[in-house]
T-cell receptor, first 113, second 115 residues
Framework: AQSVTQPDIHITVSEGASLELRCNYS??????LFWYVQSPGQGLQLLLK??????LVQGIKGFEAEFKRSQSSFNLRKPSVHWSDAAEYFCAVAPYNNNDMRFGAGTRLTVKP | ETGVTQTPRHLVMGMTNKKSLKCEQH?????MYWYKQSAKKPLELMFVYSLEERVENNSVPSRFSPECPNSSHLFLHLHTLQPEDSALYLC??????????????FGPGTRLTVT
């Protein structure tokens, strides 16, 4: 069965430090991959997506993610975190259509001043 | 209004009440979704509509009844809910499932509390 795992429930980083949020998926073929961010009291905002092609994907707000087929991973990175990046981050996978998009449990990011 | 809007943003209802959640998308999309987001649990896909036809119902109890009168509007009718139904209900939309563009755009959600 298709699934997505975010191993880290909560991560704390200092402002200006680099960030990497992990995402692993289990699926028979390479699915479509997404990262979303959710600020408190808000819906989910798409940060970036991977469908095919270049395995390093650039997104909004300075985020990027790298697809590694051999590791079934799609980790999210940012070289320098800002206080406004504090939020919940969700990795999601979907097969060829959207009927069965699966979300990870989320990683809550806290940014220390 | 732009994007995906949801009303109300907050709702408190008793177990015997009947209420409805409304979602409207202004993106020209043809697919719409209802998700349930509970604390400590991953997002749960509830219903999917494509071109106003329901294409997915993920074993959702019948006390939740969706309605999609047109491609821009989606409703979730609620009746005889249980306290465990308290959650954030998120609506999303995307291009039609056959076009190859699969990002979903989310509304801000309705925070539902069942007393």
């Amino acid at each position: 069965a298709q699934s997505v795992t975010q191993p880290d429930i909560h991560i704390t980083v200092s402002e200006g430090a680099s960030l990497e949020l992990r995402c692993n998926y289990s699926y028979g073929a390479t699915p479509y991959l997404f990262w979303y961010v959710q600020s408190p009291g808000q819906g989910l905002q798409l940060l970036l997506k991977y469908f095919s092609g270049d395995t390093l994907v650039q997104g909004i707000k300075g985020f990027e993610a790298e697809f590694k087929r051999s590791q079934s991973s799609f980790n999210l990175r940012k070289p320098s975190v800002h206080w406004s990046d504090a939020a919940e981050y969700f990795c999601a996978v979907a097969p060829y259509n959207n009927n069965d998009m699966r979300f990870g449990a989320g990683t809550r990011l806290t940014v220390k001043p | 209004e732009t994007g995906v809007t949801q009303t109300p943003r907050h709702l408190v209802m008793g177990m015997t009440n009947k209420k409805s959640l409304k979602c409207e998308q202004h993106l020209g999309h043809n697919a719409m979704y209802w998700y349930k987001q509970s604390a400590k649990k991953p997002l749960e896909l509830m219903f999917v509509y494509s071109l106003e036809e329901r294409v997915e119902n993920n074993s959702v109890p019948s006390r939740f009844s969706p309605e999609c009168p047109n491609s821009s509007h989606l409703f979730l009718h609620l009746h005889t809910l249980q306290p465990e139904d308290s959650a954030l209900y998120l609506c999303a939309s995307s291009q039609d499932l056959s076009t190859g563009s699969y990002e979903q755009y989310f509304g801000p959600g309705t925070r539902l509390t069942v007393t």
